[in-house]
């Protein structure tokens, strides 16, 4: 009985920090996204599915399945400010791709030859889990060109 008790105590007491671990990502996130939006104003990011999306440069030609898709990238996280891509470069197919939740979303509404800021949200990207050098709960901000 002890050994029961011992158990179920056990697991409650991690149930109960990894439920205040993701509310303290959660807060930071949401102040670290009204932070970074501020000098933008109101009317640049556009909400899709979680996702923000700022096209500073709009293509008119939109993206059909089959097409080639060459994205230009530069990747940060928000809250630690740490880079994890520069310069990088994704050549696939429309919509195909190694891409996170994020990115499939926003490549629903970005055109041919658009540039942009995408802000993929910890939900949307590589959630409560780390990956190589981003932390858990982390935001995804990407700065990005496409052909």
């Known amino acids: 009985m002890k050994k029961i008790l011992f158990i179920f105590t056990l697991l409650s007491f991690c149930l109960f920090v990894f439920s205040c671990k993701e509310k303290d990502g959660k807060q930071a996130e949401e102040e670290a996204l009204e932070s970074f939006f501020k000098p933008y104003g109101d009317t640049c990011f556009v909400k899709y599915d979680g996702i923000y999306l700022y096209l500073t440069t709009e293509g008119e030609e939109a993206y059909e399945d089959g097409d080639s898709l060459i994205l230009y990238y530069s990747g940060r996280t928000l809250e630690h400010a740490v880079t994890f891509a520069t310069q990088e470069v994704?050549?696939?197919?429309?919509?195909?791709?190694?891409?996170?939740?994020?990115?499939?979303?926003?490549?629903?509404?970005?055109?041919?030859a658009s540039e942009g800021i995408l802000v993929v949200p910890y939900k949307k990207g590589f959630g409560k889990k780390r990956v190589g050098i981003i932390e858990p709960f982390s935001t995804l901000v990407y700065s990005f060109k496409t052909e």
Do not use: C, M, Q, S
Not at 95 to 101: A, C, I, L, Q
């Open 90 to 112: 994704i050549r696939t197919v429309y919509p195909e791709g190694d891409f996170v939740e994020g990115w499939k979303i926003a490549l629903k509404h970005i055109n041919k």
